[in-house]
């Protein structure tokens, strides 16, 4: 059964089966009850569909190509139909002129979710991106007019990005940094997670607003907790077991990844719990360190990749488990004690009620 048979319309490519996953998945990384499930996915299936404007400016494509590219369920197809896509430069059918026209219509109507994808150059007066004879930051502020509210898909977006690194010799910015009036949110990575951006969709369309964010500008719901709090190497690393370096046993064994240059101790998002791609991989566990993606100047701050980050309290050497079998010991001698106290003055009572006979 498709989903227009079971909720009344869109998109017929989407099983209801992978529609309630979706709305589940979204609802499970969004922090809610499963109870919200079935409102999240009435608001997704509300046939009046949010109209959003998609740019690019200094980036890859590489998130676009992610979220075209996921599937299990096929998060590209639901995504697509949560929202009216009236604007996207790489989707688009139309070039030149009739593409210029296609943007400015949906401008006029306004009250769009506007996605950016990709840095906004600013020095020189923004010459190093333009597109139809305007600069980047032209486009951004014309298009940030007339739009309820800004999603920043991507690092470039969210803080710059690589353009940005030092020296950063575009005057590269992130939306924020040039849009001050109106409300953004920043789905950083490099690229995001697209079920990072379907569970802001999602929000925004059940509850009519962004959700919480932290001081980057972050849903917390998909940045508020560090990759190291979840990673599934953290009993290792607590365990003070590593891989000293790339394929040697440590590295075969599955150890922490920190003396190699993973960058999960500074580093917030879900990657751990919600992976990529339908084999469900995340860097980390196929044997990368984390680089630190969703981390405003990660370029800067995080390089070299493969070099461990200063500061990284590393466990003295013992270890959780050490440590408990030292406290195991320490009951035991304990528990010895405490049996040979008992054994004792048993042994003091029956002596003493047998003098007692005697007499």
């Known amino acids: 059964m498709n989903r227009s048979l079971f909720l009344g319309g869109i998109p017929k490519t989407v099983s209801r089966r992978g529609f309630l996953r979706a709305c589940a998945i979204a609802t499970a990384a969004m ?5 919200m499930v079935p409102k999240v996915a ?21 998130c676009s190509e992610s979220l075209l590219r996921a599937s299990h369920p096929d998060l590209a197809s639901l995504i697509l139909n949560l929202i009216s896509l009236d604007y996207h430069e790489t989707l688009s059918a139309a070039a030149g002129k009739q593409a210029e026209e296609n943007l400015e219509k949906a401008i006029e109507r306004g ?7 990709g840095g906004i150059p600013l020095k020189d007066g923004g010459v190093y991106c333009k597109i139809g004879g305007k600069t980047a930051v032209e486009i951004l502020k014309r298009a940030a007019e007339k739009a309820a509210a800004i999603i920043a898909i991507g690092t470039c977006a969210a803080y710059g990005g690589v353009q940005a690194a030092k020296p950063n ?8 940094e040039v849009i001050k009036d109106k409300p953004i949110i920043n789905v950083p990575g490099c690229p995001p997670n697209p079920h ?48 000293e370096r790339f394929g040697d046993v440590g590295h075969r064994l599955g150890f922490c990844l920190y003396k190699v240059g993973c960058k999960g101790p500074e580093t917030y998002s879900n990657c751990p719990v919600i992976r990529f791609n339908d084999v469900e991989v995340w860097p ?7 680089y630190g993606c969703t981390e405003p100047n990660f370029w800067d701050t995080m390089t070299p990749f493969h070099k461990r980050l200063p500061n990284v309290k590393i466990p003295g050497g013992k270890g959780i488990q050490a440590s408990a079998t030292e406290i195991g010991k320490a009951a035991l001698g304990v528990t010895a004690a405490a049996v040979a106290i008992h054994a004792g003055v048993g042994i003091a009572k029956r002596l003493a009620t047998g003098s007692k006979s005697e007499e």
């Open 31 to 35: 922090g809610l009850p499963m109870e």
């Open 42 to 62: 009435q608001a997704a299936s509300d046939p009046k569909r949010p109209s959003v404007v998609w740019l690019h400016f200094q980036e890859c494509t590489g």
């Open 111 to 117: 009250n769009y979710v506007l996605v950016v994808e």
């Open 169 to 176: 010799p575009t005057g590269a910015v992130g939306v924020s």
């Open 196 to 243: 990072n951006f379907l569970s802001t969709v999602l929000y925004y369309l059940t509850f009519k607003k962004l959700p919480p964010t932290d001081k980057f500008g972050r849903p917390l719901f998909a940045y508020g907790r560090k990759v190291h709090d979840h990673c599934e190497r953290r009993p290792h690393f607590d365990e003070g077991r590593f891989a």
């Open 284 to 290: 980390v566990s196929v044997g990368n360190g984390c």
